[in-house]
């Protein structure tokens, strides 16, 4: 029993002995086959170098052969004798000649295509280079034109959709840091995103109702003194510089009321206008309000959605840029909201102390028009501007005009670079481009939207650059690696 429990254990050994001679066998071949596939592939880099090296020497022969034949006679003349000597005919030693197929082009033997004198043989030559560089660049950017033209079309033809949604993603920017605080307080995502909307549905609701009850509890008061301004207006275009005589006026508010009258059924279609522009308006309010809400509760399954209709060599791209340009959106749509603030605070209380009539719906339209960077305010303050003229006075018109200056100076220098330049590196020349163009193109919406935009591509640009950049210096390191 012992002697079979022994010979078991043997045959046990030897197995495993077995097993780990044949892994060593194979660990010992996979070496040897790697040695070898890298002393092939020195090989062929040493032959490829040995023969660039070979047709190197057969140029320089060819060319020194053929500048001896221009100089002194065939390169295959013979010797010159020695001194004293007499030479030999039948001494001649003839210069060693390559094969026939080895010989480059240019040679005698192998004459290069005929061109007329002047001119290169291949018409591709005669175009300077940067005229090919121009022309290449110039035809990528019209195809670049065109395709932003298409795109301008097909948003110009949906710009209703376009611009609810571009005025969602804005809303859900300015409410989504209270969904996620929210959500860090353990309330469900559903909740947070129902309560967050109607908070801030309440909040829209509210402002309105505020300002439409400050109006018409104060458009008579404001009607008697607009009446009297005009009034006043009237008086000072017959006593002052002008000097119009009671005719020349009366012939100019006839005119004006025959100009009305003519035009009545063009006044009716823009009234029919009017109501077709409130019907969109309500349309597009619903729509927006709906997209707000699907965004704050399902804004990561719809980013994930638009990940997978992307290519997929460009989903890792544009996973990393999307958060960063969603970061600058946030940031400037907090940041405009807190520079708005300021300014219609700062305008409305100077309209209250000059006594202005709607000081508060005035703040709030100035609050609205500050949306539009650098020039939103000044264009809703002149509102404040011509309303204080007609009811105080000129005097205290430019009073008004003076804070009103002075806010917005305020605002350039201090305020946009103090709370929006960090978030949003964009150079006020963009800006005003920017909001001109979008002004152009898509009203006050677009005035609004261009500015955003411009900061979003901004960011997403830099991203991409930087991830181009990076991967350029991987694969540097890798074949500056490979080389060693």
């Known amino acids: 029993m012992t002697e079979e429990t022994g010979g078991g254990r043997w045959r046990g050994l030897a197995k495993i002995g077995a097993v780990a001679a044949g892994l060593f066998a ?26 660039a090296e070979l047709a190197a020497l057969r140029t320089a022969e060819q060319t020194a052969r053929q500048l001896a034949e221009r100089v002194g006679g065939p390169a295959d003349a013979p010797a010159a004798p ?4 007499a030479v030999r005919t039948d001494d001649t030693v003839p210069a060693p000649r390559a094969p026939e197929h080895d010989l480059p082009l240019g040679t005698p033997e192998h004459p290069l295509p005929s061109a007329p004198l002047g001119r290169p043989a291949n018409p591709v030559d005669a175009v300077p280079w940067t005229l090919r560089v121009a022309a290449e660049s110039t035809w990528r950017l019209l195809l670049i034109g065109v395709a932003l033209y298409v795109v301008l079309q097909v948003v110009d033809t949906l710009k209703l959709v376009a611009f609810a949604a571009v005025a969602a993603l804005l809303i859900s920017a300015l409410l989504e840091p209270t969904v996620s605080w929210l959500r860090r307080h353990g309330v469900p995502r559903s909740v947070a995103a129902v309560v967050t909307f109607l908070a801030g549905l309440a909040s829209i609701a509210l402002v309105g109702w505020f300002v439409f009850w400050q109006v018409s509890s104060n458009l008579d008061p404001v009607t008697v003194q607009v009446q009297r301004g005009v009034r006043q207006l009237r008086d000072w275009l017959l006593t002052g510089p002008f000097h119009l005589t009671p ?4 012939n100019f508010t006839n005119q004006i009321t025959t100009a009305i009258g003519k035009n009545s059924e063009e006044l009716t279609s823009a009234g029919f206008t009017g109501v077709t522009i409130a019907v969109e308006l309500l349309t597009g309010v619903v729509l927006t309000a709906f997209t707000t809400f699907f965004l704050l509760y399902d804004g990561a399954r719809i980013w994930s959605w638009v990940l997978r209709g992307l290519p997929r060599h460009s989903r890792y791209a544009m996973a990393g840029a999307g958060p960063k340009a969603w970061a600058t959106l946030t940031a400037y749509v907090r940041g405009t909201v807190t520079v708005a603030f300021i300014d219609a605070l700062c305008i409305g209380i100077g309209l209250f102390m000059l006594g202005v009539p709607m000081a508060i719906p005035l703040a709030v339209i100035i609050f609205l028009g500050a949306f539009v960077p650098l020039v939103g305010a000044l264009v809703t303050g002149t509102i404040a501007v011509l309303i204080a003229v ?4 000129p005097a205290k018109a430019l009073i008004a005009l003076a804070i009103l200056i002075g806010v917005q100076q305020l605002e350039g220098h201090i305020l946009q670079p103090l709370i929006l330049g960090r978030a949003v590196r964009v150079h006020p020349l963009a800006v005003v481009l920017g909001v001109a163009a979008g002004s152009i193109l898509g009203g006050i919406p677009g005035a609004i939207v261009a500015v955003p935009l411009i900061a979003v591509t901004n960011t997403v640009t830099g991203h991409l650059r930087q991830r181009n950049a990076a991967g350029q210096e991987v694969f540097q390191a890798i074949e500056a690696a490979r080389k060693q």
């Open 82 to 85: 020695p001194e004293g000597g």
């Open 247 to 250: 005719d020349q006026l009366n």
């Open 390 to 393: 007609v009811t105080v006075g």
């Open 26 to 51: 194979a660990a010992e071949r996979r070496r040897r086959a790697a040695i070898s596939a890298e002393a092939h592939v020195l090989a062929n880099e040493q032959a490829v170098e040995l023969a």
